[in-house]
């Protein structure tokens, strides 16, 4: 009988010690990571640099042609789980990177080359959203502008925020909403509607969370931006 207690508790001792093994691992590799990453950006822009391939929601990002950017967006899920927004299997938004936030999360690309420029957050829940529009009119020409919804990203929107999107190729920005569930590709210049958007009105019969729909996912390949 005690021969069988020991071996039970030694098996317990060995599960117990591999459950901390692995949790040490996940952090240093956290932590490797977040070292990895500039200083805390503003919640309006900043700059960011390469980062190490993520072993996160970047991990297996899709395959592209030569002459193509992949690219993976995830909305915010409720008030609770900020944005993801991934370039070449690379993070380059997200709590992580201490670069997101409430209301409409940009990443602006230039679109020759695929170098990331400035990264924003836009509270408009209760925001001004002429920071918003300052933010979209200098960027420049031939840039790519990635967007997700966190929380509530069209209480502040007005008309003019609403065309610039628009005129970056958005359809679903004239009827975005309160709380609605919104990721979008586009390109400045391009004069083109866009193919990368999805969109999920908030429904209080239909929302997978209270007050909040299901969080939104878009994949693909952006071609280099020709003039």
């Known amino acids: 009988m005690k021969g069988r207690q020991g071996l039970r508790r030694l098996v317990l001792l060995v599960v117990v010690l591999a459950a901390v093994v692995a949790c040490v691992l996940?952090?240093?590799?956290?932590?490797?990571?977040?070292?990895?990453?500039?200083?805390?950006?503003?919640?309006?822009?900043?700059?960011?640099?390469?980062?190490?391939?993520?072993?996160?929601?970047?991990?297996?990002?899709?395959?592209?042609?030569?002459?193509?950017?992949?690219?993976?967006?995830?909305?915010?899920?409720?008030?609770?789980?900020?944005?993801?927004?991934?370039?070449?299997?690379?993070?380059?938004?997200g709590s992580m990177m201490n670069n997101a936030g409430s209301g409409i999360n940009i990443v602006v690309l230039n679109g020759k080359t695929g170098q990331v420029g400035k990264t924003g957050y836009f509270n408009?829940?209760?925001?001004?959203?002429?920071?918003?529009?300052?933010?979209?009119?200098?960027v420049e020409q031939g840039s790519v502008l990635l967007m997700a919804s966190y929380d509530d990203p069209a209480n502040k929107l007005n008309d003019e925020a609403r065309s610039l999107i628009s005129d970056l190729g958005s359809s679903s920005i004239k009827v975005l909403g309160y709380r609605d569930s919104w990721v979008f590709v586009g390109g400045k210049g391009s004069g083109k509607k866009s193919n990368f958007e999805k969109h999920i009105k908030s429904d209080a019969e239909k929302n997978k969370y209270e007050g909040w729909p299901e969080m939104v996912e878009l994949e693909g390949c952006i071609p280099k931006f020709l003039e």
């Open 26 to 93: 996940v952090v240093l590799r956290q932590s490797s990571y977040i070292l990895d990453v500039d200083d805390p950006p503003s919640s309006t822009q900043s700059r960011v640099k390469d980062v190490a391939p993520s072993v996160g929601p970047c991990r297996g990002g899709p395959s592209c042609p030569d002459g193509h950017f992949s690219f993976r967006i995830l909305s915010g899920a409720a008030n609770v789980v900020s944005p993801t927004i991934c370039l070449e299997d690379k993070l380059v938004l």
């Open 124 to 138: 408009m829940y209760d925001g001004d959203v002429k920071v918003l529009i300052d933010f979209l009119q200098a």
